[in-house]
């Protein structure tokens, strides 16, 4: 990863740097071409202007008995030398006849085969000046017709641009060993860069590998608030999240598998004692006496009975989990539930010798929710009060309203439940006391579906904390009802 990300980076320098130069290259030296051509015509311009009227005056009056008009021409023109820039060397001038294009005389040998006829010298033969030039040719001019003596000439300057290209060609050398120097830089620093980027890449990289191997524990340090830092933090964040919910799989699994294994368990004990019992029975028919056969005929049926709420129950659970379960939401007086609860379970409690005091606060309102559903999470809690509390117990069951909720609570002071398995006890098949719960026909189912109701009215069931001993029950429950519609209105 590290050759082929400093790779990269190297060539994206290299190439920033190399486009840099070229447009400023280009730039440069065109300017400087432009910036001579201005100054060649800037130069004639003044020279030949309003203002110079000396010169012009000069180039133009012949001298009385003048023999030779363009020598005469030359002698001014070397007079004003300077101000034309002519150096005899890059920039010569030459007078032309100004009918055929000849050249008579100039600063300069006439060039072999005479002076070119350039677009600018056939403007001046038309008798107009010639001022234009081309940044691509390789020379400059211009050509000025003058009529002297009666006689037409053309004032011709001519500039090879040596000066410009020569400038230009020390600055081409400059660019390219500035690029070369800025080349070997930007590797150079490609290095530090690559260093400082590609560093953090490989430690995530390593930690990337660590988690695939299923090693969340190590978080990967962040060393930088930039994108790499941020990367990295999600990164720790995803890890962490991916350790909760593998450690939550791995929890609902165990569930799963626990639950199969209570299943089968709570269904083979009646299971076999309904099997060894019929067998007793079908192995001595008309042997045994008929009270035993009606006592083993009780036990099968009960037996059996216990087999169908075992699956009852977990049928209903099913229900809930698949979401098939619907609320059958109506409003109902949330007191009158409750009183209903009291009275059915009275004549249960008086058997066990327990009292039963009923509290109910003055303002409570109706509700909305499955009645039947809730009437069976207040029967299951006030059930298990008065199994759970020796003979002889104090029961109260009370119930008031708390803003937007109704709340009943079923205090008992009987066995309680043992700090540790305090957490467990809405667990599916959970039972402090098996052997108890089994005797008075408890599945360990009770509280489970109790929950998942409440839960389904977005409501709760929680445990009490409590000083004395025995067990407090709340139930809460939204007067409105639940929001989201897991039912339908009747
Ligand atoms: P069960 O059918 O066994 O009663 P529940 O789900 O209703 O199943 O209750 C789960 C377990 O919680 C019970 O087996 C019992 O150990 C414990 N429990 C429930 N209510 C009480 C209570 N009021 N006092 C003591 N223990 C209780």
Redesign the pocket.
Known sequence: MRRSLHIKLVLIIILLIVSLMVVVGAFLMNSVTGYYIDKFYGQVADAFGQRNVDFIRDLQTATPDEEDGAAMMEEVLFAYAGALGVDRRDRNFFVLDGTTGRCLGGSAPEPEGGVAITPNISTALLGEPGFDSSVTADYMDAAIPITRGGQPYIVYILDNRETARSLNAEMFSLIVEALALGLIISVLLSFLLAKTMVDPLQRLTNGIEEVARGDFSRKLEITSSDEIGQLTESFNAMAQQLETTIADLEKAEQQRKDFVANVSHELRTPLTNITSYAETLAGGVGELPPEMESRFLGVILNESDRMAHILQDLLTLSRFDSGRSELRLTRFPFAQAVDDTYQAVLMDAQNHAHTVELRLAEDLPEVRADRERIMQVMM??VS??I???PDGGHIVLSAGRAGEKVWME?D?N????PAG?RDR??ERF?????A??RQ?????????I?QEIMLRHEGGLYLVDKEEP??T?RMELPIRGPREEGGHEE
Do not use: E, P
């Open positions: 299951n809690i298990n009060a199994k759970y509390t079923v008992d009987g066995i309680g439940i398995d006890i809405f959970y039972r402090v006391d098996k108890r719960s008075s026909g408890g599945t360990g189912l009770g509280l489970s109790a025995g067990l029950i």
